[in-house]
């Protein structure tokens, strides 16, 4: 009997890791597994590209995990430089595309895992896909705009977007001795804080020599004679820029599923059970940044773009494949990130969430230091935490400061996922020594002033 066949479309962290998996579980003689992967790259770390572009890390062989040829000598057939076009589900096939050859044939399958990642938003706007204007994404984009800048002779750098893929890629262009300016269309940077705590990550880049320009929706990309790119333009200005890097976010990968008839999410990305089986299809299964995730603080899907994600998406995934069990129950929406010395960490519910899922909170707000303050080095941080209204139910924490802010933040993501209370927070035994943490960790004071919030709403 001929072996079962599973494909699988896209060769990054959910993709492969599901195919390693499974090979682990089951031999070629019982499954034959075939991967299609459009770029030129396997099983990297697209978070690593700000770093390589800013010269902090080499790349891009540094970043990639495993190569296509590590796959193969585990009996995955990986197709590079091969797109999925079509996935026609009631005939069990997919339609590939050799982008070098220009050939196009069918492949069947068994069982079918999707993992085809996200996009970087490019809006419809006048000059967005002029020369000099760059997404960053996948490791292609990041070679991408190394070559434009290797080939630029001007030193200003227009940043569109302040989330974490635009503060990160500021530095790096900063690093690289552009003059930086970021157009930023909400209230603050960082819109993944409240705004009170985005103010600090503005006032912190300002201080770097980063222009950051709040309330600035671009309107068009302007193009000089040679038709490169020369500005960018908002209703109020125009920023002169040699290069412009869009860092407004990314939107999952879905339209391929979605052309075959796979129930996608509010936030367009693949509905999938704890199995990450897609609803409703037996043997299909989906991960990484193309599907919507369980918020489990807010109770209902959400759109995250990361690699921890997408890793254990694929563990769970070809445990399944491969005749084992596993399930991704949920996420609480933690994250960090830095600009130069700055560090910035969140993880559960801002504000405008815990309102718009009908919870009533309170909020607490502290600054303390990461280490004692006696101690050599002790920097400032600011730590808010967001807890529910009589109950003290942890809701959300976010903290921005210098050395040892932003993994703080994994204590508060370990409490939100035990359910835990404020109040139970202030009895956590939190490692002490002077040069890691003052008597009272920064959170546990947080914890702390905000069980104080808690009661004084309850008796109001």
């Known amino acids: 009997m001929a072996a079962e066949r599973l494909v699988v479309i896209g060769g990054d962290a959910a993709g492969m890791s599901a195919a390693s998996q499974v090979r682990r579980l089951r031999g070629p003689d019982e499954l034959s597994i075939v991967a299609f992967e459009r770029g030129h790259f396997t099983s990297y770390s697209a978070c690593g590209v700000p770093y390589w572009v800013g010269g902090d890390v080499e790349g891009p062989d540094a970043l990639v995990a495993r190569t296509p040829e590590e796959h193969r000598e585990r009996s995955i057939d990986l197709r590079m430089r091969t797109e999925v076009t079509e996935i026609d589900v009631a005939g069990q096939r997919v339609r590939a595309l050799d982008r070098e050859s220009g050939e196009t044939y069918w492949t069947d399958f068994d069982k079918l895992v999707i993992a085809t990642g996200a996009r970087p938003v490019r809006p419809e706007l006048p000059g967005i896909d002029a020369p000099g204007v760059h997404g960053v994404q996948t490791l292609d984009d990041g070679q991408a705009l190394l070559e434009t800048l290797e080939r630029t002779t001007g030193r200003r750098a227009v940043v569109v977007g302040a989330g974490y893929i635009g503060v990160e890629m500021a530095e790096a262009m900063l690093r690289r001795g552009y003059e930086v300016t970021v157009l930023n269309r909400g209230a603050q940077p960082m819109a993944t804080l409240d705004p ?120 769970v995934i070809g445990s399944n494949v491969g005749g084992g069990y596993g399930t991704f129950p949920g996420v609480v929406g933690t994250a960090v990130s830095k600009v130069c010395d700055l560090e910035i960490g969140r993880t559960g519910l801002r504000e405008k969430d815990a309102a718009a899922v009908g919870l009533r909170y309170v909020t607490a707000t502290i600054e303390s230091t990461g280490r004692a303050g006696y101690y050599p080095g002790a920097r400032a941080m600011t730590v808010k935490m967001i807890a529910e209204y009589r109950t003290g139910r942890l809701l959300g924490v976010q903290i921005v400061g210098r050395e040892g802010a932003a993994k703080r933040v994994d204590v508060a993501a370990v409490a939100l996922t035990a359910g835990m209370t404020v109040e139970a927070m202030t009895a956590l035994d939190l490692g002490y020594a002077p040069p890691f943490s003052p008597v009272w960790d920064p959170v546990l004071v947080a914890a702390r002033k905000t069980v104080t919030a808690v009661r004084q709403a309850g008796s109001a």
């Open 196 to 315: 009170d705590m985005g103010r600090l990550v503005h006032e912190a880049m300002d201080g770097l020599g980063i222009t950051t320009v709040n309330g600035a929706a671009v309107t068009r990309i302007l193009t000089g004679d040679d038709g490169r790119v020369s500005a960018v333009a908002t209703d109020d200005a125009t920023y002169p820029a040699d290069v412009v890097v869009l860092g407004i976010g990314v939107e999952p990968e879905t339209g391929l599923a979605r052309a075959a008839g796979l129930p996608t999410g509010p936030n367009g990305g693949l509905l999938t059970d704890l199995t990450q089986r897609v609803r409703g299809h037996q043997d299909i299964w989906a991960g990484g940044d193309c599907v919507e995730v369980l918020d489990l603080v807010a109770g209902r899907t959400r759109h995250i773009a990361l690699g921890t994600h997408a890793n254990k998406h694929g563990q």
